[in-house]
């Protein structure tokens, strides 16, 4: 398709707009013998007697009541997740497949991934995937959504091209910034809408050989639900939920702090997100990847911890802050040169 007519069938997509990891939902009559859109993957396996298994570095957090990234689900084939206050119809006949890994320790989510079920009519098939990155933790040398979308841009594989630039729109009556691009080898193509919500910048993207499917999955995507405060560079929260503050947990906004005593020699980075209330302790702990004895040090530690309450016309509010304990890890260097053209 002509990048122009692929532009002019975008704008009137986008000018369409409606009242937009989660636990899978497979379809009844989902293939049971494997395949790419089978939900039988894998054969049930158990652990040899004898054997302990140790756990390793992994997601977790110091309730079940407050909502968190990875803790959004399917029902009635609607995916919601309350933690970024999103929800999004499914296309009919399709479903989500997996489950999402856990957080990786420079906070990256995959959240949902969404295929057609074996019923679905199309000639060419495509998936929904729903990421998000945690700002507050992300090596790329970006502030927001609108720069990280843009670094990406940037920074393609040689094999992949450019199909449209990175540009502001609206979906769902929210601002996203939509970007493009595909593979002429493998002849697939990428539609990737990006918005900030909390501090994440969190993405859509659609993938498909077919541009026309791409084109109704993302005008059938205004029919999400999405908080007010998404945007390219706004999604810090408040209201509802508390401000997201890069950086909170130090210098005069700490009054005071108790060091974790980390005994184990390891060298992995943990990072931490924290609730901190109206009256400055420390109410709920997420961890995006820990071994278990350096949640059990970090979280005796957090609880004694004591911050200056955050003022917001007058009345305090909560805060929700990230920190990295153990290895921090290095920032990733844009390189000198950028070897992709559009």
Not at 28 to 52: E, H, L, R
Not at 114 to 119: G, K, N
Not at 131 to 160: G, R
Not at 298 to 308: E, G, H
Request: aromatic share 10%; with cysteine; net charge neutral.
């Amino acid at each position: 398709m002509h990048p122009r007519f692929l532009r002019s069938s975008l704008a009137f997509a986008f000018c369409i707009s409606s009242a937009a990891w989660g636990q899978s939902a497979g379809p009844q009559n989902a293939p049971q013998n494997g395949g790419d859109f089978s939900n039988a993957t894998q054969p049930t396996t158990k652990v040899p007697k004898d054997v302990i298994l140790v756990k390793g570095a992994w997601a977790s957090a110091s309730d079940s009541v407050t909502p968190i990234p990875e803790s959004g689900n399917i029902v009635n084939n609607v995916y919601t997740n309350q933690y970024f206050g999103l929800t999004y119809p499914l296309p009919q006949d399709w479903y989500q497949k997996f489950q999402g890994p856990p957080p990786s320790d420079n906070g990256r989510y995959v959240l949902a991934q969404f295929r057609p079920t074996d019923t679905f009519k199309g000639a060419v098939r495509g998936s929904v995937l729903v990421t998000a990155q945690d700002m507050f933790f992300t090596q790329m040398p970006a502030a927001n959504a609108l720069e990280l979308i843009n670094y990406s841009k940037d920074h393609l594989p040689a094999d992949y091209q450019v199909e449209l630039p990175p540009e502001e729109t609206k979906v769902a009556g929210r601002s996203f910034t939509f970007f493009a691009y595909w593979s002429p080898a493998t002849e697939l193509h990428w539609y990737v809408l990006a918005t900030q919500i909390r501090c994440h910048t969190v993405q859509l993207a659609v993938i498909s050989r077919d541009t026309k499917l791409l084109e109704k999955l993302v005008l059938d995507m205004n029919r999400m639900k999405l908080p007010l405060e998404a945007g390219p560079t706004a999604g810090t929260g408040g209201g509802a939920v508390p401000v997201c503050i890069k950086d909170f947990a130090q210098g005069e906004n700490v009054l005071e702090r108790v060091d974790a005593v980390l005994t184990e020699r390891r060298f992995n980075s943990i990072p931490v997100r924290i609730i901190i209330d109206k009256e400055g302790k420390v109410k709920h702990i997420h961890f995006l990847s820990a071994f278990p004895e350096q949640e059990k040090a970090i979280t005796d530690a957090l609880k004694q911890w004591k911050f200056r309450p955050l003022l917001k016309d007058g009345q305090p509010v909560e805060v929700e802050t990230g920190i990295i304990f153990g290895r921090v890890p290095r920032p990733v260097m844009a390189p000198q040169s950028n070897p992709v053209s559009e």
